[in-house]
Structure formats: structure tokens, C-alpha cells
């Protein structure tokens, strides 16, 4: 075979299609910098449906899990609102022959469908993709606490996952692990998170709000041992700085491309 082909051919399926984490640039060495990226909403504006649109904010979240990205802002162009009337009212509509009786019956369901949709709030080019990207970066076990039912995620189940590093399986000894707070408590008075054990919420070492999500370190052989598994609550940055392990991004909007500089977080 050509050198080509041979070159081709060391690649193995797992490097290729695997998980983020297995071709790290500085695997377990602690990262302080950080990488911003900003978005326009309005370019989701030649997006013609609901599933294009979610398609691509998807394939932003990938593309920004891939490289490493820290923080998006999706920020106002100004551009969109051109937009938004297409944005909004993509229908399909088709003509049947039908009698005069069922032909009224589905004028009413009709003007009914019109007036409840109305009533719904409906987001614009900037509040769906944020939504859409907050969801892509929460591990799946978390997304029920934390998204509820919306018209924007109507089509999330065509969405890739993302498979961070933070994405970890139930059966994973992973040192650090994203949580949501149980509203009960431990006997010392502490809080219960829920990483994603199987009936096996962590204890942590401080007692905190039900209800919010953190992020949690735990001691791998915790997890092959009988009883409850104790942690330690610590900021998000703790994985990056502490061995270079990539832990998501964070959403933020801005309201105009001065508000991506002047709202930095970093």
C-alpha cells in the first residue's frame, strides 16, 4: 500500500469518532487561560426550520466542545430582526377537497390553534440558540431538572451528543462529576447531590441550595466501595486547572458587541 494509505490506516476508529478527551493537546497539565467565542443569532436566519436551526446550533456546540471553548456569547447583530417574521411562521400547508361541515369544523380548530399560539412565548433568533446550547452542554442526566418542556427543544432529540468529558456514563470513576442538589439531606446536615450514580447520590461537605447545579470531586476509589459516597464541592475551573481536563462552556448573551467585551466573565 501507498504511504498514503498507510497513514490513513493508523488511525483507529476509536481515535476518530471517540470521545473528546482522547486526543487532548495537554493532557494532565493545568490550564488557566481560557477561550471565548461569539456568536451572531442571525445566523440562524437562512435556517428555513425548526430542525435546521437546532441541527446547527448543534453543530456549534460539537465544534466548540472539540476545541476547547470556554465561553459563547451569542450577542445581537441587528441583523436578524430582518428576519424574523420567515423566522417564526414556516408552514406547510396543503389543499384537500373536503365538505362543508368538516371544512368549518377545522376553520374553528384552526383559529383555536391561532389564538393558543399566540399566547406562547415565542423566542428570538439569540434566546434559541442559548437555549439550545445550554442544553447540548448539560450531561444528559441533568437535563430533565433543569429544561423543562419548551417549544424550542421540540426537536432536541435529533441533536448529536456532544460527549464532554463532563458527559461521563454511570459506570465512570471520573474524579469530578456534575450534580444538581437533592432537596434532602445527609445525617451530618450536609447536602445530597445527584451526579448521575445510580441510586447513589454523593455527599458533599457543605449543605447548599436544592435545586442548583455544581460540581463535585470525588475520590475514585470511593465508587468501589459499600455506603454513600462522600465529595467535595469545587468550582467549575477545578478540572481545567488542576490536570487540563475540559469541563464545557458556559452560555452568555450580549445585547450588542460592545456587551462581549465589556460583560467577560474572565
Known sequence: PSPKKQHNNSFSPKHRFGRVMESVPCRNRPRFSTVSIAVPGSVLANCQTKELRTLMVGQIARAATIYHVDEIIVFDDKLSSTHRSGWRNHRQHTNHQRNDDKKEVEDEKEDGDAEEKEKRPRSTPEEF????????????????????????????????????????????????????????????????????????????????????????????????????????????????????????????????????????PF
Open 129 to 264: 440558540m442559548a437555549r439550545m446550547l445550554q442544553y447540548c452542554e448539560c450531561p444528559q442526566y441533568l437535563r430533565r431538572h433543569f429544561f423543562p418542556m419548551h417549544p424550542d427543544l421540540q426537536f432536541a432529540g435529533l441533536l448529536a451528543p456532544i460527549d464532554a468529558p463532563h458527559h461521563v456514563r454511570a459506570e465512570d470513576h471520573s474524579p469530578f462529576r456534575e450534580g444538581v442538589v437533592l432537596p434532602k439531606q445527609s445525617k451530618d446536615g450536609t447536602s445530597l447531590v445527584n451526579c448521575g450514580i445510580r441510586n447513589r447520590p454523593v455527599e458533599i461537605d457543605r449543605k447548599l441550595a436544592a435545586g442548583i447545579r455544581c460540581t463535585v470531586k470525588i475520590d475514585p476509589s470511593m465508587y468501589g466501595k459499600a455506603g454513600a459516597i462522600k465529595g467535595t464541592a469545587v468550582s467549575p475551573a477545578a478540572p481545567r486547572e488542576q490536570n487540563g481536563t475540559y469541563w464545557g462552556y458556559i452560555t452568555r448573551m450580549a445585547s450588542s458587541i460592545n456587551d462581549v467585551f465589556d460583560g467577560c
